[in-house]
C-alpha cells in the first residue's frame, strides 16, 4: 500500500517514525486495549507525536488494524520454520496451521483480520506456505488450488470463528460462564427436535479451543492424505 496519504505534517515527525514501528505501537495498544478501545490519539499519545504524523504512514484505523494483524501473522509465521524438503508436508502442515492459531489466540483482536483474498504480505505468505505444502504431498496438479485454499479458509477462518466471539464474551463475562449458559439453554431444547444438542451440552461446557481447532485440522489433514494417495 502506498504510504503518502497526504502532506507530511509539519515538524518532521513523520520523518522520525515508519510504518514498521507504526504497527509494531499499534499491535502492542490492541493487545492492552482492544479494537474497540484502539484510537489513533492514544497511539499517537504513545508514539509522542501527532495524529496526523500517523496518517502519513496509513489511510484509516481500517488499514493500521489490517496490517497489524498483518504483522502478528508474520510472527507465527516465523514459529513455524520452513520444513527439509524431505520432511512429510502433512506434519508440516499441521504445524503452521497450529502457530497461527496460538499467535491469533494470543492476540485474538486479530483473529478476524487475517481474511481472503489474501493480499497483505504475510497472509500471502501464509498462502503461498500452505500451497507450497500441499503440493509436495503429491497431490494431483488439478485438485492442488482448491485444496490449498481449503485449508487457508480453515486455518484462518475457523481461528476466527473460535478466538474472536470470545473478544466480545469477555468484555461482559467469562468463557465459562457463557459457555455454562449456553449449555443450559441447549439442556432445555426439544430433543426430538435437537438430538445432538441435547446430548451435547457437557462437551460445550469442556471443551478447549485449541484442541477443537485440532481435531477439525487433523480431519482435514487425513482427507488430504488419502485424496493425494498416501
Do not use: C
Request: aromatic fraction near 6%; glycine fraction near 8%; hydrophobic fraction near 45%.
Amino acid at each position: 500500500m502506498p504510504r503518502t496519504r497526504g502532506r507530511a505534517p509539519a515538524g518532521g515527525r513523520a520523518d522520525a517514525l515508519s510504518r514498521e514501528v507504526v504497527v509494531g505501537a499499534a499491535v502492542a495498544l490492541l493487545d492492552e486495549r482492544g479494537e474497540r478501545g484502539f484510537t489513533f490519539r492514544l497511539l499517537a499519545e504513545q508514539l509522542n507525536t501527532g495524529p496526523g504524523a500517523l496518517y502519513w504512514h496509513v489511510a484509516n484505523k481500517d488499514e493500521l488494524v489490517a496490517l497489524a494483524a498483518d504483522d502478528v501473522l508474520g510472527h507465527a509465521l516465523a514459529e513455524a520454520p520452513r520444513p527439509d524438503e524431505d520432511a512429510d508436508a502433512g506434519a508440516a502442515l499441521r504445524v503452521l496451521a497450529v502457530a497461527v492459531f496460538d499467535a491469533l489466540d494470543r492476540h485474538p483482536w486479530a483473529a478476524s483480520h487475517v481474511t481472503a483474498p489474501a493480499t497483505l504480505a504475510h497472509t500471502l505468505r501464509l498462502f503461498d506456505r500452505i500451497g507450497t505444502l500441499v503440493e509436495r504431498t503429491g497431490l494431483p496438479a488439478g485438485q492442488r488450488f482448491a485444496v490449498t485454499t481449503a485449508v487457508f479458509y480453515y486455518v484462518t477462518g475457523v481461528s476466527a470463528q473460535i478466538i474472536a466471539p470470545g473478544v466480545a464474551v469477555g468484555a461482559t463475562t467469562s468463557r465459562d460462564d457463557f459457555l455454562a449458559r449456553t449449555a443450559e439453554h441447549w439442556k432445555e431444547l426439544d430433543p426430538a427436535a435437537y438430538p445432538f444438542l441435547t446430548r451435547a451440552t457437557a462437551d460445550l461446557r469442556a471443551h478447549d479451543d485449541r484442541e477443537q481447532f485440532i481435531a477439525g485440522l487433523d480431519l482435514l489433514l487425513i482427507g488430504l492424505k488419502t485424496a493425494a494417495g498416501q
